[in-house]
């Protein structure tokens, strides 16, 4: 079966992914309102059978890689790079 990433965020590097992320009108404002979105989406999927693995991402390693990978940090990105880090555990 396959196992889906999340990528989990520290609260005191929200800031940080906000302002490094080119798509911030589409994150949560607060870490506290993405924290809560995103308990509620896990838990949604794995009702629905989804084998689904919270994935810590530091947001200063994931800047470098994307500008090592000279992509924007967007959501496309974010998603590229929680899937690789899943990969290589």
């Known amino acids: ?11 005191d590097q ?5 302002r490094i992320s080119t ?9 506290e309102e993405w924290a ?4 509620r989406t896990l838990a949604e999927m794995m009702k629905k059978g989804f084998m689904m693995q919270k994935v ?9 890689w994307c500008r090592a990978e000279k ?5 496309e990105a974010r998603a590229v790079y929680i899937t690789s880090k899943l990969r290589s555990k």
């Not at 992509?71 to 959501?75: I, K």
């Open 1 to 11: 079966m396959t196992i889906v990433g999340v990528g989990w965020y520290k609260k």
């Open 14 to 18: 929200w800031e940080d992914l906000r």
């Open 23 to 31: 798509d911030k009108d589409a994150l949560e404002d607060t870490w």
């Open 36 to 39: 809560q979105n995103a308990e």
């Open 56 to 64: 810590s991402v530091d947001v200063h390693e994931l800047d470098f």
């Open 71 to 75: 992509r924007a940090c967007d959501g």
